[in-house]
Nanobody, 125 residues
């Protein structure tokens, strides 16, 4: 089992920045891929960003490309999502996810095995 705990969400204004953190514990060695998703009210959970530990290559949704950056610290079992120039449409619950045993970055939520509880991000105009 893997436990993921997100933190760093909050209420900000458009143009502001936030840094989300995801602390992983348990069988973290199985999380070869890490992803970030968000889910707005009445919407499906959508891919935001992700990377594989082995290659370190990052992937982003078009809507956040150039504004968000994801990274990880393997020694600390931490994953981060730096969000700059936030927009009202970024308002959502943000989730950290572990892709157990996979070495690519899926954009479909059902390919991730473990999830955090989410952290709310609210961006006002």
């Amino acid at each position: 089992q893997v436990q993921l705990v997100e933190s760093g969400g909050g209420a900000v204004q458009a143009g502001d920045s936030l840094r989300l953190s995801c602390a992983a514990s348990g069988r973290t060695f199985s999380c070869l891929t890490m992803g970030w998703f968000h889910q707005g009210p009445g919407k499906e959970r959508e891919f935001v960003a992700g990377f594989t530990w082995s290659v370190g290559r990052t992937y982003y949704a078009d809507s956040v490309l150039g504004r968000f950056t994801t990274s990880g610290d393997n020694a600390k079992n931490m994953v981060y999502l730096q969000m700059n120039n936030l927009k009202p449409e970024d308002t959502a619950v943000y989730y950290c996810a572990c892709g157990a045993g996979i070495t690519y970055v899926p954009r479909r939520a059902n390919e991730y095995a473990y999830w955090g509880q989410g952290t709310q991000v609210t961006v006002s105009s």
